[in-house]
Structures are given as C-alpha cells and as structure tokens.
C-alpha cells in the first residue's frame, strides 16, 4: 500500500517566490490535512479538508497562504509571495471514512527553505 | 478547551529502563488518543491508540494508561532502546466529528542512551 506522497521532500526558493507543494493522499481516505512543523511551534495544524471541501482554515497563517484538493487524489499548499519566515517542514496526512477512521497517516513531508 | 498538554518537553533514559510520557486534555468529548512517533526526516507514525472505554491497552513494549476521571493518559516504554529515540506526540479526537481532526501534544525528544 502506498503511502501518502508529498513532493517536493525539499525546496529551496528565494524570499518573494511562489511556492507550491502537492499531496497524494492515501487511496480512499476521504480526510486530507496539512501541517507546518517548526521547532518553536511544534506541529501546527493549517487547514483540513473533508471530502475534497475545506472544513476549517483558521490555522493557515496568512492570505499568502493558500490550499485546493480539486479531487480526492491531490492536494496542493501555496505559499506566494513567500517569506523567510515561511521556512519549515510541511507535512500532509489522510485519514480514511466510515468512523472518520483514525489514525492519521503523514507523508515524509517537504522541507522548505526560503532565503 | 481543545488543548493537550504534554510533557516532558525532553527525557533522557538509560537503555533498558521505562521512559514514561504524559499527556492532559480538557475537552471531555475527545473519544480517541493516539500516540505518534516520529524520526528525524519522517513524518509522524502511529505507535499505539487508545479508546476511553479501557484503562489500559498494552502492544509489545509499549503501554498507554488512561485515566479518564483525571482528563489524563500517558505512553510508557519498557525496556526502552537505543532505537526508541524518537520525538513523541499525544494526540486526542473525536472520533465521528470533525472529519478525523486530532489536537497533538507539543511533543516530547526521547533520547535513550546505550
């Protein structure tokens, strides 16, 4: 079984650029979430959709910040313009239906860098 | 309300010794605690769960105990090793709510030493 996919794993772009990272959820999870990681932050919830709808995007930090799911197999983030400050460890989980059928399953995520 | 604190922040443990994690939550509608770990440039893995209808559920070296008058639950690890050094997450959800959200504790860096 495939795992949730991310890519890019790293991205290294200068301040101002656009950013997007994707998300390949697990198949038949209808829950997809994005997180930001930080060491000062920890794990931080950005926003979370259910059934390919956005349910709550109050953790997403700013209007640069954006996120679709035009179908059940793809996400994106975008981050434009971006900043320095924007520099973490994105990850993205599914998790599956019925019982909202925990757990979640992250992917390895995507390090980004903004200089 | 959605809050879940954890500690320690970080814990050092000689191998062979039981590392112990504690978690607290305050909503009392969370039905559903699972505990993630998770290895430099990984993303979290969950390591063991836990309904609140049981105070206790054991999976090979790892425990979680539940203490649901105290709002209370933590992850302990027996015999830990070298290979347990990992950063640990407590997390709670509501299990039929909320599309499977979870609040995650802030984690705790287990380093255990040969």
């Known amino acids: 079984d495939a795992g949730v996919i991310q890519s890019p794993r790293h991205e290294v772009t200068e301040m101002g650029q656009e950013v997007t990272l994707r998300c390949k959820p697990i198949?038949?999870?209808?829950?997809l979430f994005w997180y930001r990681q930080t060491m000062m932050r920890g794990l931080e919830l950005l926003i979370y959709f259910n059934n390919n709808v956005p349910i709550d995007d109050s953790g997403m930090p700013e209007d640069r910040f954006s996120a679709k799911m035009p179908n059940a197999s793809f996400s994106t983030l975008k981050i434009q313009p971006s900043e320095p400050r924007d520099s973490a460890v994105y990850f993205c989980?599914?998790?599956?239906?019925?019982?909202?059928?925990?757990?979640?399953?992250f992917g390895d995520g995507t390090r980004l860098s903004i200089l | 309300q959605q809050q879940v604190k954890q500690s320690p922040q970080s814990l050092i443990v000689q191998k062979g010794g039981i590392s112990i994690i504690n978690c607290a939550y305050e909503n009392t509608a969370f039905d559903y605690f699972p505990w993630y770990q998770q290895f430099p440039g990984k993303g979290p893995a969950l390591l063991i769960a836990?309904?609140?209808?049981?105070s206790e559920k054991k999976e090979g070296r790892f425990t979680i105990s539940f203490n649901k008058s105290a709002k209370q639950f933590s992850l302990h690890i027996m015999d830990s090793q070298p290979g347990d050094s990992a950063t640990y997450f407590c997390?709670?959800?509501?299990?039929?709510?909320?599309?499977?959200?979870?609040?995650f504790g802030d984690g705790t860096t287990l380093t255990v030493k040969p």
């Open positions: 997390a709670a959800s509501m299990l039929n709510t909320n599309a499977g959200k979870s609040t």
């Open positions: 836990i309904r609140p209808d049981v």
């Open positions: 989980a599914s998790s599956g239906q019925g019982s909202y059928n925990q757990p979640q399953h």
């Open positions: 198949s038949g999870h209808n829950s």
